[in-house]
């Protein structure tokens, strides 16, 4: 099997109903005033990426004096990278949401749950209640173990909705 390399990835075409799913379950979260989870998966070739599936992974919500979050525990973890490993299918981003401001946190540096070059994480400001335009939110890159954001145009560049490429 021929695993092309998230890195070398230069556009990342993310079906609308995935974008639509990843909304509605971080508006749920939101609505009891959580942050919530998606991880986005799909197939990887040579310098292009398509997100096919929203996965909600077993979470457990967080909120209390200090802030919200969320916590994903080590098994549930395993269980993705095995049902990954079995289908083909790659881990492309993780999508969380925040309570206002869409910006990576230090915890969210810390405890991400991808960790390949390339790797996507997208933080949706206001629990989920944002244009379905993933180019609008706030967009980092895993490049050299370090978390990047991208600004406007580069994020517009890399993510496309609806086009298959």
């Known amino acids: 099997m021929d695993w092309a390399r998230l890195d ?5 075409s993310i079906d609308a109903a995935v974008i639509e799913a ?4 971080l508006q749920h979260f939101g609505a009891h005033d959580c942050e919530g989870l ?3 998966i799909g197939e990887i070739t040579q310098d292009r990426a398509r997100v096919t599936q929203a996965i909600v992974p077993d ?3 967080i909120k209390d004096e200090k802030g919200v979050g969320y916590f994903v525990d080590g098994e549930t973890l395993f269980e993705l990278n095995r049902k990954l490993a079995a289908s083909g299918l790659r881990l492309i981003a993780q999508v969380h949401s925040h309570p206002s401001e869409a910006y990576h946190s230090k915890a969210d540096d810390r405890y991400a749950i991808i960790t390949a070059d390339g790797g996507l994480s997208l933080v949706v400001p206001n629990f989920g209640r944002a244009p379905a335009n993933p180019a609008t939110w706030a967009v980092y890159r895993l490049i050299n173990g370090l978390w990047h954001e991208l600004g406007a145009e580069e994020a517009t560049s890399l993510l496309t ?5």
């Open 59 to 61: 979470q457990r919500p």
């Open 22 to 25: 990843t909304l509605k379950v």
């Open 38 to 40: 998606v991880l986005w």
């Open 8 to 12: 070398n990835v230069n556009n990342i």
């Open 161 to 165: 909705v609806g086009k298959h490429p």
